[in-house]
């Protein structure tokens, strides 16, 4: 069974920046994908980047391009997001989610494993 845990989210000024870390364990195939999804209040499930174990192909949502960047450690089976020039407007639950193939599209329903996600607070 998949598990996912996130970890790093927390209060950051508007301007800041904060990494997430998700650490996925209960697989053993070296071949899947890694995404971050957000989801803040009264809104729908955003994607916000994907990235492939096999070659690393990242996909970002529009609304985080040039300023998040994901990362990942095929090792230790982690994906990390790096979200720099932080708003008001980024704040929401983020949560790390696992699919078990790397030809992916960066869409919430083609993840099978989720996390519970860590809060991310944008404010002064």
């Known amino acids: 069974q998949v598990r996912l845990v996130e970890s790093g989210g927390g209060l950051v000024q508007p301007g800041g920046s904060l990494r997430l870390s998700c650490a996925a364990s209960?697989?053993?195939?070296?071949?899947?994908?890694l995404a971050w999804f957000r989801q803040a209040p009264g809104k729908e499930l955003e994607a916000v980047a994907c990235i492939a174990s096999s070659d690393g192909m990242t996909s970002y949502g529009n609304s985080v391009k040039g300023r998040f960047t994901i990362t990942r450690d095929n090792a230790k089976k982690q994906s990390h997001l790096q979200m720099n020039i932080l708003s008001p407007e980024d704040t929401a639950v983020y949560f790390c989610a696992h699919a078990p193939y790397t030809d992916y599209q960066c869409l919430p329903y083609f993840f099978t494993s989720w996390g519970q996600g860590t809060q991310v607070t944008v404010s002064s």
């Open positions: 209960g697989f053993t195939s070296d071949y899947y994908t």
